[in-house]
């Protein structure tokens, strides 16, 4: 069984970093696309960065300069370099993994940036 795990979260003050993981577990297989998505309080959940296998990255126009997508194929991990964060940026954080038609989440790490 396919498991996303998250690590990394927690309380920063504005301008400050976090750097997210998620690692993969029991797929037997290199995912094709994995990433981060964010659920911000109230809203609806939103792309944050996208790293496909062969190396391009897609990144959500809130984070673009700021944020850092990463992976480690041999270890089915992907992470996320979170710099100069705002209170905007307040959300629970998922990794997003796809191999073909499947699709993985994992069960979110709260990050919360002061003002």
């Known amino acids: 069984q396919v498991q996303l795990v998250e690590s990394g979260g927690g309380l920063v003050q504005s301008g400050g970093s976090l750097r997210l993981s998620c690692a993969a577990s029991g797929s037997g297989f290199s995912f094709h696309v994995m990433g981060w998505y964010r659920q911000p309080p109230g809203k609806q959940r939103e792309l944050v960065a996208v790293l496909l296998t062969g190396g391009s990255a897609n990144y959500g126009d809130s984070v673009k300069g700021r944020f850092t997508i990463s992976r480690d194929n041999a270890e089915n991990t992907v992470y996320l370099q979170m710099n100069s964060l705002k209170p905007e940026d307040t959300a629970v954080y998922y990794c997003?993994?796809?191999?073909?038609?499947?699709?993985?989440w994992g069960q979110g790490t709260q990050v919360t940036v002061s003002s």
């Open positions: 997003n993994a796809l191999y073909y038609a499947r699709v993985y």
